[in-house]
T-cell receptor, first 114, second 115 residues
Framework: KNQVEQSPQSLIILEGKNCTLQ??????????LRWYKQDTGRGPVSLTI?????NTKSNGRYTATLDADTKQSSLHITASQLSDSASYICVVSARGSTLGRLYFGRGTQLTVWP | ETGVTQTPRHLVMGMTNKKSLKCEQH?????MYWYKQSAKKPLELMFVYNFKEQTENNSVPSRFSPECPNSSHLFLHLHTLQPEDSALYLC??????????????FGPGTRLLVL
């Protein structure tokens, strides 16, 4: 069964600190993995996308890693800011499926305190 | 802003009401999607439209009826809903479907409460 599991479910950190969010998946055959950021009251916005051959992708203070062998990904946030408070969703696409067939994790709710 | 707008942003309706959600994208995309987002659950794909034609119906109850009059507009007609249908309904668009490298752009969602 294709699944995407994220941990932790929620996380509270102080402004300026770093944090790492985890995503494990069983989706096969793997095509790509995305991290989305969803602010409260808004729709998800894509942060990064990684294919099978990529193991690191950065977008400003966000760095995503992918280990296709262990089927794990992480999203590292450096020097957190209050605006980083949001839900971070891991989404995996299976090769050969229509774009509509994406597998979503439940998300990690990150709260950054001043 | 992502270029995808949704109205209304909030909606409260009784189980016997009929209402419609509207989505409009200004990105020139050819594919549009409806998703349901419930608390502590992953996003659930409901419908996919490609060039105005419905290509996916993810076993959605008939009390949800989509309509796509053109590639820029997508509607979700609601009737005789149940309280468990209360959720955030997200619309998304992408250049086209069938290509896993495509990015979906989401609207802000409509927060629906069924009483």
């Amino acid at each position: 069964k294709n699944q995407v599991e994220q941990s932790p479910q929620s996380l509270i950190i102080l402004e300026g600190k770093n944090c790492t969010l985890q995503c494990n998946y069983t989706v096969s055959p793997f095509s790509n993995l995305r991290w989305y950021k969803q602010d409260t009251g808004r729709g998800p916005v894509s942060l990064t996308i990684m294919t099978f051959s990529e193991n690191t992708k950065s977008n400003g203070r966000y760095t995503a890693t992918l280990d296709a062998d262990t089927k794990q990904s992480s999203l590292h946030i450096t020097a957190s800011q209050l605006s980083d408070s949001a839900s971070y969703i891991c989404v995996v696409s299976a090769r050969g499926s229509t774009l509509g067939r994406l597998y979503f994790g439940r998300g990690t709710q990150l709260t950054v305190w001043p | 802003e992502t270029g995808v707008t949704q109205t209304p942003r909030h909606l409260v309706m009784g189980m016997t009401n009929k209402k419609s959600l509207k989505c409009e994208q200004h990105l020139g995309h050819n594919a549009m999607y409806w998703y349901k987002q419930s608390a502590k659950k992953p996003l659930e794909l409901m419908f996919v439209y490609n060039f105005k034609e419905q290509t996916e119906n993810n076993s959605v109850p008939s009390r949800f009826s989509p309509e796509c009059p053109n590639s820029s507009h997508l509607f979700l007609h609601l009737h005789t809903l149940q309280p468990e249908d209360s959720a955030l309904y997200l619309c998304a668009s992408s250049q086209r479907t069938g290509f896993q490298g495509e990015t979906q752009y989401f609207g802000p969602g409509t927060r629906l409460l069924v009483l």
